[in-house]
């Protein structure tokens, strides 16, 4: 559990709270904060015991330790496990494996609890603004539960309702994670995840705050208006506010039932997938931070997709995103000079020669379909359970030697969100020469160029 002295400097991270009534619940942050700390308080001490007498087993069992208390946490802490567990070498294979296992389901809030939040969010008469109204959650997850209703117009609508105190639980969530990387930080040294922490942090807020996640979706209208392969549900805005969002209702199959399709079925569908994803990131510097399998449908036997929940979106600075198409150029070019001003450009911290040596070693993994121009599946014959493993191995192995090294925010989720689309397109066993598709989006790019558009595109969608 928490001492006085570590709640203390818990809150003096917390920012301002004065906009946020939820957030502002002290009651609610410290017995989220002492719920929490007493999870992992046992969590910690065996970190604490193995790295003195693990031994070979010690990750292992700090890692099934680690993803027990979070298990038993649930909310917030847990979406953060999720995502830490999909960023490669932030975490060791044991602690990425146990924790990827974790699940975003959650059992739903009952009908009181709806009632109560509409009623807060639509008014006393809020019943009356529909034609019906599913009383049972549609999904539930870590921070709302979406239900299926209809209007008096007939159109069928899902209305996303979030979780009470969410606001609360993340500020007092966040603080944990913090003195929990924090001890990694001192006892493994390979990387400084401050930054990471940062990241994440921020992002985690902004899904909490639903009229940004209604902008979020008509900055994807936007960029994908002309698009005829994916389809972006409709907010209907007089019926939506900062903790509930309501939107039309899309349908399709789970991404999942396709494993088994024809491959040119397969290949469809992976290709709508680089387009859904690539095309808001080299033309407006946009990505959609969320890889879970689940925020895509698949549609007409293949031929079209769903793209669903916009609380993760990530804004790049169009200089970052030039830093990733330099990259690309300096390693098909084998060119150290232009990698290493790449990486300045991504804003990697304390590099060196040695540093540098090493990251290209993820880089071109991360890379390789890209470089490699030929029709092949992601993994080119590795195994999906070994996918990046030995790779990952291979840099944190160095980085603890030469490193610690600072990784940028902005690299969090353009890595997390690369990765999350290559486990679809690994699930698909899809087959495509993936460099052909990117340097056709490259098609006039440049970082002025980007720079316009994405201020276009922002101001359509009012962010």
């Keep these: 559990m928490?001492?006085?002295?570590?709640?203390?400097?818990?809150?003096?991270?917390?920012?301002?709270s004065s906009r946020d009534p939820e957030r502002n619940r002290f009651s609610a942050r410290?017995?989220?904060?002492?719920?929490?700390?007493?999870n992992l308080s046992g969590?910690?001490?065996?970190?604490?015991?193995?790295?003195?007498?693990?031994g070979e087993k010690g990750d292992e069992r700090i890692a099934k330790a680690l993803a027990a208390a979070l298990g038993k946490s649930k909310g917030p802490l847990m979406k953060v496990a999720q995502?830490?567990?999909?960023?490669?070498?932030f975490l060791p294979a044991e602690y990425a494996e146990e924790l990827s296992q974790l699940q975003a389901q959650a059992p739903a809030m009952g009908w009181p609890f709806v009632r109560r939040r509409m009623r807060a969010e639509l008014g006393a008469d809020w019943q009356n603004k529909f034609a019906e109204f599913g009383k049972e959650a549609a999904h539930a997850a870590s921070l709302g539960q979406v239900h299926r209703a209809t209007l008096p117009d007939g159109r069928e609508v899902a209305c996303k309702l979030q979780y009470p105190d969410m606001a609360s639980?993340?500020?007092?969530?966040?603080g944990q994670l913090k003195l929990l990387l924090g001890t990694f930080k001192r006892l493994d040294g390979s990387i400084d995840p401050s930054e990471m922490v940062d990241e994440i942090t921020d992002r985690l807020r902004e899904e909490l705050d639903y009229a940004r996640e209604a902008k979020h979706m008509a900055l994807y209208q936007y960029l994908l208006r002309d698009a005829d392969y994916v389809t972006v549900p409709e907010l209907v805005p007089e019926l939506s506010t900062d903790r509930l969002l309501t939107m039309s209702w899309v349908s399709g199959d789970r991404l999942n039932d396709y494993e088994a399709a024809a491959q040119d079925v397969r290949n469809t569908i992976a290709r709508n997938l680089f387009w859904t994803w690539w095309r808001p990131f080299t033309g407006a510097a946009v990505i959609h931070g969320d890889p879970h399998l689940g925020n895509y449908q698949v549609t007409g036997e293949g031929e079209g997709l769903n793209l669903l929940d916009f609380g993760c979106i990530r804004i790049f600075p169009p200089g970052f995103v030039a830093g990733v198409v330099d990259l690309y150029r300096g390693l098909r070019a084998d060119d150290f000079d232009a990698i290493y001003a790449a990486f300045?450009?991504?804003?990697?911290?304390?590099?060196n020669t040695e540093l540098v040596e090493v990251l290209t070693i993820w880089a071109k993994f991360i890379y390789g379909p890209l470089l490699d121009d030929r029709v092949r599946s992601v993994a080119d014959g590795v195994k999906p359970g070994e996918y990046g493993r030995k790779e990952a191995f291979a840099v944190r192995k160095l980085l603890k030697e030469k490193g610690p090294v600072t990784i940028p925010r902005e690299f969090v989720f353009m890595d997390r969100a690369a990765i999350g689309l290559?486990?679809?397109?690994l699930r698909l066993g899809a087959e495509l020469n993936y460099h052909r598709l990117f340097e056709e989006s490259l098609d006039g790019f440049s970082e002025a160029a980007l720079g316009e558009a994405q201020a276009e595109a922002l101001g359509a969608a009012g962010l």
């Design 2 to 16: 928490l001492t006085r002295g570590q709640l203390d400097d818990v809150m003096s991270d917390l920012p301002d």
């Design 30 to 38: 410290l017995g989220r904060t002492m719920k929490v700390g007493t």
């Design 43 to 54: 969590a910690g001490l065996t970190f604490a015991a193995n790295a003195m007498f693990g």
């Design 83 to 89: 995502m830490v567990s999909t960023i490669p070498d």
């Design 169 to 174: 639980a993340v500020e007092s969530d966040v």
């Design 344 to 351: 300045e450009k991504w804003g990697f911290k304390g590099l």
């Design 422 to 425: 290559g486990a679809a397109y």
